[in-house]
Nanobody, 124 residues
Framework: QVQLVESGGGLVQAGGSLRLSCAAS????????MAWFRQAPGKEREFVAG????????YYTDSVKGRFTISRDNAKNRVYLQMTSLKPEDTAVYYC?????????????????WGQGTQVTVSS
């Protein structure tokens, strides 16, 4: 069982930066594949970034490549999403998710554990 708590969201102007943090409970955090998803009003939840537990390989949706960076600190049971050059279209609730799978899956239904979400609003 893993419990996830996100933090770090807020209001930022276009072009600005934010760092989201996800704190995970549990002694086996290092064996979970972690991901960030986001959901804007009226839209489906979409994959943003993921990091595989076995080798720390990272994966991104095309719209955030070069702007967002996912990382993890297993000693602190945390995963981060560094977001730079933010755009108004990045506005959404951002969710942290965890799964015991060996690969990063971009389908939200494949993740067993979710945080409560943190709001990111980018003004133009």
């Amino acid at each position: 069982q893993v419990q996830l708590v996100e933090s770090g969201g807020g209001l930022v102007q276009a072009g600005g930066s934010l760092r989201l943090s996800c704190a995970a409970s549990g002694r086996t955090f290092s064996t979970y594949t972690m991901a960030w998803f986001r959901q804007a009003p009226g839209k489906e939840r979409e994959f943003v970034a993921g990091i595989r537990w076995s080798d720390d390989n990272t994966y991104y949706t095309d719209s955030v490549k070069g702007r967002f960076t996912i990382s993890r600190d297993n000693a602190k049971n945390r995963v981060y999403l560094q977001m730079t050059s933010l755009k108004p279209e990045d506005t959404a609730v951002y969710y942290c998710a965890a799964d015991r799978g060996m690969v990063v899956v971009r389908i939200p239904q494949r993740y067993a554990y979710w945080g409560q979400g943190t709001q990111v609003t980018v003004s133009s």
